[in-house]
């Protein structure tokens, strides 16, 4: 099951100080134009949706980081690409837009070794770290790294 989604672009934060960086075949990417965590739940779904992207013309350029599980979304727990059973989805989800409007996301890497953890949550900000594998959903064949992902979103 392939899940591409991101959040409206009008529901986010645009501060600064919120941020989703990242290296990408270790060139250093951030985004803190538009930032945000939507938290979710219809039973038995729980998710996340977290963003971090910036307004280039018409594309948003940016990551997008998506967690579900059947169980409520909670700091301190390693989401990866393992599916969850009960939903048939996998845990965590990576989701990248380039400058150009081209997407690559784990779920079309057959390795996607994807990992999320959610070091600390309160009812104002979200902050973690990821990392993954993700392939072009263009050419289904471009791989590439995202490392050292760190996130520091508002909650909505």
Same mark, same amino acid.
């Given at each position: ?9 009008? =529901? ?39 963003? =971090? ?104």
């Amino acid at each position: 099951m392939l899940s591409l989604s991101a959040c409206k672009k009008d =529901g986010g934060s645009s501060s600064s100080s919120y941020y989703v960086k990242f290296k990408l075949d270790g060139a250093d990417k951030q985004y803190s134009q538009t930032t945000a965590a939507v938290f979710t739940t219809q039973l038995p779904v729980y998710s996340c949706a977290m963003v =971090g992207e910036q307004q280039n013309g018409t594309v948003y350029e940016g990551m997008a980081i998506n967690l579900f599980n059947d169980v409520a979304i909670a700091a301190n727990v390693t989401y990866t690409d393992q599916v969850v059973a009960s939903l048939g989805t996998p845990e965590a989800t990576l989701l990248y837009t380039d400058a150009t409007g081209a997407q690559s996301t784990s779920g079309l890497a057959a390795s996607p070794n994807v990992q999320v953890v959610i070091t600390s949550m309160d009812d104002k900000t979200v902050t973690g770290n990821f990392s993954g594998t993700i392939v072009s959903a263009t050419d289904l064949t471009t791989t590439h790294t995202v490392t050292e992902g760190q996130f520091h979103l508002p909650r909505h």
